[in-house]
């Protein structure tokens, strides 16, 4: 038997708990610094790297990393030096997210497919050069930005302001020392997640978010309102042309510059004309497409991750998924992504089926008592025979939950049925 720590305090760490610690191999799973949903929380910060080794030290842990901060500070290097199992990519595996110049550039040298694009530090030349473009585009910050340093402009005029915004007022701190501007690809969005074990990349099943706050994707951008898997806009051949194209061709790439990635690849992927082009990479589980995924998981997601890290994938049984559609709806607080209240109470959990399952993002528990805690609160997932019945099935589970400013999307899924 084996205890697990899990880093992090979302969603998707919930999730993660949630399934390891099905595995009969698994004894506890502790989550630092967790949240209000998730058990034996431990109160360090996914940041300090020192007392997170420590805890795993101690506590004779397998560590699954959640976020993407400490991987990009490099806590799977130090958990490796001390011989402590990690999952997760390395700190150099990890800057294709955690610096979006190198992503592109990777993806130029190797060939892989993504939109055309240029990197300025200078406000002047981004200009001229947005300026000489027959096409729109779209602004992005070089580093990690919580998920707001992307901005999608429709005119030279948003572009510009963009560029300034970025680049001269520093909206996004030294995260926007340097930018990409590039093409804006119009098209159909979708999330599609492997697990690799530096040789071998397992795909897991698909999923679309739904990345805007306010339903039929108006208003800005958030970590994501709702996800569901499988998404039909991924077909057979789709999923055979991105795993091949995309997937298979960055683990392969990565080797051969010397990079070994092990963990979660999460490629945004952007579909024109059948063609699907890389938005961006994450080097971690979607939130919230974890929820919907792990609900779906026939398998014992422990086994897969420690043969990723021991690097033995391709000797592993394929992975099975219930055929059924799984829905996540995110309730968050209203205002979420600006500002918001907090601490508010939240009731109902008993009336929510027992088969529908609330996973904890932004709540903290008082004496018993669940509170607000945070932007995204709540996922509420459930499973259907379809996606229209995963829908209504999640969406009648999400009523029983409420307090003061509760939001949610409405339209969740929508954009799956819309394409069946
Ligand atoms: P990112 O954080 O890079 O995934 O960007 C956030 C969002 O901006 C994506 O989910 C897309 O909706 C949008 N986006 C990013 N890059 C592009 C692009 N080249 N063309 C169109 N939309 C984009
Ligand atoms: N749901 C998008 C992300 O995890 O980055």
Redesign the pocket.
């Known amino acids: 038997m084996v205890n697990i720590l899990v880093v992090g305090s979302g969603g998707r760490e919930h999730a993660l708990s949630w399934k390891l610690s099905q595995s009969p191999k698994v004894d506890t799973v502790f989550t630092a610094p967790g949240n209000g949903g998730t058990e034996n929380n431990i109160p360090i910060n996914v940041n300090d790297l020192d007392e997170l080794s420590n805890f795993a030290q101690e506590n004779n842990c397998f560590t699954v990393v959640g976020p993407e901060d400490p991987l990009a500070a490099g806590i799977v290097d130090k958990f490796n030096q001390l011989n402590l199992k990690v999952f997760g990519p390395s700190k150099q595996a990890a800057q294709l997210e955690s610096s ?1 110049i190198w992503a592109k550039n990777f993806m130029r040298r190797n060939d892989i497919p993504t ?1 055309r694009f240029e990197i300025f530090d200078d406000a002047k030349k981004a200009q001229d050069y947005v300026e000489s473009l027959d096409y729109n585009v ?1 602004v ?1 910050a070089d580093g990690l930005a919580a ?1 707001k ?2 901005i ?1 402009c429709n005119s030279n005029e948003e572009a510009i302001f963009a560029i300034q915004t970025i680049l001269v007022k520093k909206a996004f701190g030294k995260a926007g020392n340097r930018i990409i501007v ?5 098209g159909i ?1 979708a999330s599609y997640i492997a697990l690799s074990d530096g040789k071998i990349a397992i795909p897991m099943a698909s999923s679309q978010d739904h ?1 805007r706050i306010f339903d039929n994707d108006k208003g800005p ?1 958030t970590g994501g309102m709702g996800a569901y898997s499988p998404t039909p806009i991924v077909d057979d051949t789709l999923a055979k042309k991105i795993q091949e194209k995309i997937i298979d061709k960055t683990i392969q790439s990565m080797k051969n510059e010397g990079i070994s990635f092990k963990g979660f690849l999460y490629a ?1 992927i ?1 579909i024109r004309d059948n063609e699907p ?1 890389v ?2 990479y994450n080097v971690r589980m979607g939130d919230p497409e974890c929820q919907p995924i792990t609900m779906r998981m026939d398998f014992d997601l422990y086994d897969y991750l420690i043969a990723s890290v021991e690097g033995r994938l391709s000797s592993m049984p394929p992975v099975y998924w219930k055929h059924q559609s799984a829905v996540c709806v995110v309730l968050a607080s209203e205002g979420y992504p600006e500002s918001y209240a907090k601490n508010e109470k939240i009731s109902g959990f008993d009336s929510v089926p027992s088969d529908a399952h609330v996973f904890h993002a932004g709540t903290k528990k008082l004496d018993g008592q669940v509170f607000s805690n945070g932007g995204r609160v709540l996922g509420v997932t459930a499973l259907g025979d379809s996606l229209e019945s995963a829908i209504a099935n999640t969406y009648a589970a999400a009523d029983k939950i409420s307090w003061p400013h509760k939001y949610c999307r409405k339209d969740i899924g929508q954009k799956g049925l819309s394409y069946i």
Do not use: S, T
């Open positions: 979006k939109a779209v992005k998920g340093g992307v999608v590039e093409e804006r690809i119009d969005e990345k951008n945004g952007m082009f938005l961006e």
